[in-house]
């Protein structure tokens, strides 16, 4: 077990490394390129926006009949966590036409001192179509998108007892139809503020997502930001694994983008 804890807190710290290497790596190419950033832009795009966020995680509720309110910080989440990915979003689109689609992936150990081990596993999927409805024809960019989809949310428990042979796994999973926007202003020609929401309910009673990000434009493909982004969902399973089961993430975040 005592290995185990170090190989995670290697991939973890790896997975930080290898953010800060590809941020390096732009900034050294950024300084070679020879097309400005402001290069207009070609009809079909793809970009793919990978992100780190040293988050809080905030949990409570009833899950497969046990009440539990719990709070895990960045220190938590690394002892505990096998693998998370995080803020991976990729994107493309053509004219004012777009689609977008992010996920998340988490699985924790989260042993609770009664010889008992218990693995929770979270996985969700934000797909997102939009229309860009205004584009600023100034000198510095500006623009506003409108945008509907779906996030789909599923969440498994798994109880080992050692002591006694006991295995125990439940899951359950909702989607919620999604409608949101988001929009970017230009204080000059590279850098700028972005802004992103979205709320929904119908698997859940309620979810909502909001970001909020400085970002600076090496290149016309490569770019930087930071920001903080917040994200609820409140759900009640039918089934009873869930019951009154609210959740929180939030926290800075560091990304980078790469445009095609």
Request: aromatic share 16%; net charge negative.
């Amino acid at each position: 077990m005592k290995t185990k804890k170090v190989m995670q807190k290697l991939l973890q710290k790896f997975l930080v490394v290898t953010v800060i290497i590809v941020s390096l790596c732009g900034f050294a190419f950024a300084e070679q390129a020879d097309e400005p950033a402001a290069q207009a832009e070609k009809d079909w795009y793809v970009a793919l926006r990978l992100g780190f966020q040293p988050y809080t995680m905030e949990m409570s509720g009833e899950v497969g009949g046990r009440h539990f309110d719990a709070q895990a910080d960045l220190a938590d989440i690394m002892d505990n966590t096998d693998t998370t990915l995080l803020g991976g979003e990729m994107e493309f689109g053509k004219g004012k036409l777009f689609m977008t689609l992010s996920g998340f992936y988490q699985k924790s150990e989260v042993p609770d001192g009664r010889f008992e081990d218990s693995t929770f596993t979270e996985t969700s999927f934000n797909p997102m179509i939009g229309y860009r409805v205004y584009q600023g024809d100034g000198p510095t960019p500006v623009s506003v998108d409108l945008m509907a989809g779906a996030y789909y949310v599923k969440i498994s428990r798994e109880v080992y007892i050692d002591k006694v042979k006991f295995r125990d796994k439940k899951d359950t999973d909702f989607t919620d139809a999604m409608v949101g926007a988001r929009a970017y202003y230009g204080f000059t020609k590279q850098f700028g503020a972005s802004f992103f929401g979205e709320v929904g309910a119908g698997g859940s009673e309620l979810q909502y997502v909001v970001s909020a990000n400085l970002v600076y434009n090496f290149t016309n493909w490569f770019a930087m930001s930071v920001g903080y982004k917040y994200w609820y969902f409140k759900y009640d399973d039918d089934e009873k694994l869930m019951r009154d089961f609210e959740q929180q993430i939030y926290g800075p975040t560091l990304g980078v983008q790469f445009k095609f």
